[in-house]
C-alpha cells in the first residue's frame, strides 16, 4: 500500500463513476463482495432518486478509501438509519479495521444500534466484526444464482391477467399503488418511479407487469445487467399486490423476465430475498437455482 487517504463522498458524476467502477472491477475478483455496482445505481437513482446531489444524505452516509487515485474500500448505508455496508479491494483487507473506526466514530454519532453485513463464507469480516463487539443475528437474506439457460422458463398466464412491461401498459398512479402495498413505502411519489426509470442501468424493456382486465397492476418486477458485464444480471426488486398473491403472478413476471434476459445475452441471474420470508423462499427455491447463498446480519448496540 502507498499513502491511503479517506475522504467524505460527494454525489458527483465524478465519485459516482470511481465507485461503479470499483465495485464492477473487484466483482469478477471478489467472491465475497456483497453490495455491488448495479445496488449502488438502484440507490442512486431508485431509493435516493429525488434527493438533490448536494443532499447531506449522500455525504453523511458514504466515505471513501483511496490509495493515491485509485478507490480501495468504502462504506455506505443503503437507507441512512442503522444498516451500513463494508466493500474493500482484493488486498487492501487490513483496512477494515479503518472502515470499522470510521463507523464507529463519525457515522454513528448518536451512538445508537449499528447492523452490518457479509456473506457466511466471508471469515475475514465476520472475524473483524466479532473482534469490534458485533454479534450475528444469524441469516439475514439469500441471494439465488440462477443459469437461466438451463431451467425452464415457459409459463402459464393466469386468468384475467395479462403480462407486459410498464411503456407498454403505463400507468405510474397504480404503479406507484402497487409499490406501497408491496413494500408499505407510504411516501413513494410519481417522481420517485420516473427518477428510477431515468437511472443509468435502467433497461424498460424488463420492467415486467402483470395486468389486470382492468389495467390495473397486480405484480412486477424489475430485470437488470451488471454493469461491466454482457452475460449476468439480477432482477430487484419482486412484488404482488396482497390483494392478488398466491395466483402465480410473481413467477409468471419473473419467468418472462428471464426470457428476455436470456435473448440480451444473459446467462446468469442472482435474485436476493429476505431469510425470513416463507412465501418467498418457496417461490425462488421452485425456478430451480443453481446456487444459494446466505447473507449474515451482525449488530452491535
Known sequence: MK?????????TDKHYKQVVEFLSAQRKVNENQLWEAGRTNFWSGGLHGTKEKDDSFFEENVHLWFDSDELVALTIS??????????????????????????NEVWNKKNETIVVFCFDTDKEKIKAFENDGFVSHGADEYKRIYNINEIDCEYVTPEGFTIGTFFENPNYESRVELSKNVFNNTELTKE??????ESNDYIKELEMLAIT????YAA?????????SDDTGYIEPVGTHSGHRRKGLASAVIKECFQRMSKMGIKEVVIATGAKN??????????N????????KFQKN
Open 278 to 287: 416463507e412465501v418467498s423462499k418457496y417461490l425462488y427455491d421452485s425456478l
Open 192 to 197: 420517485d418511479i420516473i427518477s428510477l426509470h
Open 213 to 216: 382486465n382492468d389495467g390495473r
Open 3 to 11: 499513502d491511503i487517504i479517506s475522504v467524505n463522498y460527494k454525489h
Open 220 to 228: 412486477y418486477c424489475i430485470g437488470w445487467r451488471y454493469p461491466g
Open 78 to 103: 443503503e437507507y441512512g438509519k442503522n444498516d451500513m455496508f463494508i466493500e474493500i479491494a482484493v488486498g487492501y483487507e487490513e483496512l477494515i479495521s479503518d472502515t470499522l473506526r470510521w463507523i
Open 289 to 296: 437455482p443453481s446456487k444459494k447463498r446466505t447473507v449474515l
